[in-house]
């Protein structure tokens, strides 16, 4: 079995010695159940199997059906050659024109400078898998989908990363002359981005590798540029070793080949909003969630109004845009999105049918919360008469630097000990490493008061069990008191530890920023800027198609491993 295919199997074979994700804050039932109890979530899902046997067998199946095997390939030439991709990428579209050949999909906000970490692993994971399924014989092409049509700018206009002294910092670009629900594809840069660049590079490390990263961005992020444009051009840059495929759904070609689709959406509309309605209670019955919020008047289609992307709802018969008095029949607006597709955008119960309507898509690859949209979404592909891909997660992993492991080995700290925060880290090193007698001194004191409050509390019950609330008060207050003073004697004992503090809250705030997984909050520029782009290779090699765990990438100081987060 080739390296790209090594790490392909069920998620039940990988749990020992790893991080689930049911012991990471925030996650929720229904992903940790497809992952780790998939018969309880499976009437939800497509099953094609997880194994590579059962992928490729899927996958030329999937080969087999028809696709406009012409128009969407030489869109995405032209889109390809626009954001100056390498000749590797031409060859995968070329590759898509051939009958059998399927794509393997992921798909992100254009997110300022590639955005959180986990675009980054998205790629790599349709990159591998695609390899994988190559191996097998099968063609198979990763493709990108840039989410040029999302208009929530607030998400994407902004990155983090570590400055130089090891404090987290947002770097934020201010459009200027934005729309309010205007597609970020639609938002073109003006002078300003060149400070915002110069933003970015102030706050990383000054490396050999600076002036090749810093020609990157500025050749990606110019005055002029789409902002959705400039992110496409930035990663075809980043994966200039892959030949990941980069769509834009904005372009006119590919709205012409799904105009059908379009108008299929309109027409069943109201079918379309009752089975979601109906699989979201169906969810919540089970005890899950339902990701996406649906109304019976719901229509699955964003029209532009005036440069905006604006919802369309509907109430017998009569299709009304919000925010406006513009209002159609059904048949006005199925002629209308016959005529000018791009007058339209699929809202987010839409959007997976049209990329698997314009691609022969064998498998997507999601996150959590996609993994979410598609237990509810399978009942939009079987109203529209679609097959629904199989659905994969994506690779996830942290990414730990050589004087993080080090302080981790140091004080015996684990990933899963920043998951509480700051200060309980600082807490468990405290009492481990600093002063144990002291620490100790607080747990006993603890111990003894509540033994102590436990035999009054007998002879209360005795006297008067009316006396009882007043106790457990005055046990709370105690209890209080005693750990403020606790905490104040950490935070003091760490202190005058100032190495010790300094080592383990950077490791914190690199390793759990915000209080949140790494990939989730943290750009990958600042890691590229300390080890240069053969980070890229690192992490495309630590890739795991095991689809199970988060998983620990050790680079620089130490040698480069990935090991299952302990």
Known sequence: MSADCQNLESAAD?????????DIPRVTRLFTDFLYDYEKVARFYPNYGRSVEPLADHARRVGARQFDRKRVPDALERINRRVGSPELTFKNIEMLRHPGSVAIVTGQQAGLFTGPLYTIHKALTVIKLAACLRDQGVEAVPVFWVASEDHDYEEVNHSQVIDREGQLQRIQYEASGHKPDQPVG????????N???????????TSEFTPALERDLRESYETGVGFAEAFARLMARLFRDYG??????????????????????????S????????????????????????????????IMDDGRRAAITQQDGRFTVKGSDRAFTKEELVELAVRCPSCFSPNVTL??????????????IGGPAEIAYFAQLRVVYQTLGRQAPCVLPRASFTIVEGRHQKTMKKYGLELRD????????????VEQSL??????????TERVLNEQLDMLGAVLQETDATLSDPLKRTREKITYQLEHLRTRFIHASAHREETTYRQVERAYTTLFPNKNLQERELNVYYFLSRYGPSLIEELHDAADLGFSNHKLVYIGGVASQVVNAR
């Open 14 to 22: 990988r749990l020992t010695d790893a991080v689930r994700f049911t």
């Open 435 to 444: 002063d144990r007698n002291a620490a100790g001194a607080f747990t006993e």
């Open 244 to 269: 990941v495929v980069l769509l834009d759904p904005l372009d006119e070609e590919l709205k012409q080949v799904a105009a059908p689709l379009y108008s299929d959406a309109i027409e069943k509309s």
């Open 195 to 205: 400070q915002t660049v110069d933003e970015l590079i102030a706050q990383l490390a």
């Open 186 to 193: 639609n938002v073109l840069l003006c002078d300003s981005i």
């Open 271 to 302: 079918e379309i909003a009752g089975a979601l309605i109906d699989r979201s209670r169906e969810l919540e019955v089970a005890g899950y969630h339902a990701q996406i919020k649906v109304t019976e008047d719901m229509v699955p289609l964003f």
């Open 351 to 364: 959007r997976p049918v049209v990329q698997d309507y314009l691609l022969p898509t064998a498998a997507y």
């Open 418 to 429: 920043f998951f509480e925060g700051l200060h309980p880290a600082v807490t468990k090193v």
